[in-house]
């Protein structure tokens, strides 16, 4: 079993008052993923990090193996998610994978 784990934050250009509309899209269909894309165990968005953080928002995901993060990546329902619900609006991802 691995761990992928996403954070981003925000452009800079959305709207404060757009924000939380926009997490709740995110989170929907990202955890949506789960049972359409194969190797994808589970996956939890986090929309309220405490303030220490870093990112405005994360995705915790498990796969089965390290190689279905490579095909998780180019799943047509993950990149239609991704392209749709979550591109156009974040900056500065970073990504943490482990055993």
Known sequence: ???HIVMWK???EIPEEDKERLMADMAAHLEGLVGK???L???KFI???IPSSTHD????????RA???????VHPEHVKTADT???????????????
């Open 1 to 3: 079993m691995v761990h």
């Open 10 to 12: 925000f452009k800079p």
């Open 37 to 39: 894309v194969p190797g």
């Open 41 to 43: 165990l589970t996956a």
């Open 47 to 49: 929309t309220s990090p």
């Open 57 to 64: 928002m994360a995705l915790v995901t498990t796969l089965e």
């Open 67 to 73: 190689e279905d993060i490579a095909a998780y990546a």
């Open 85 to 99: 619900y979550v591109r156009p609006y974040v900056c500065e991802r970073a990504c943490l994978d482990y055993e």
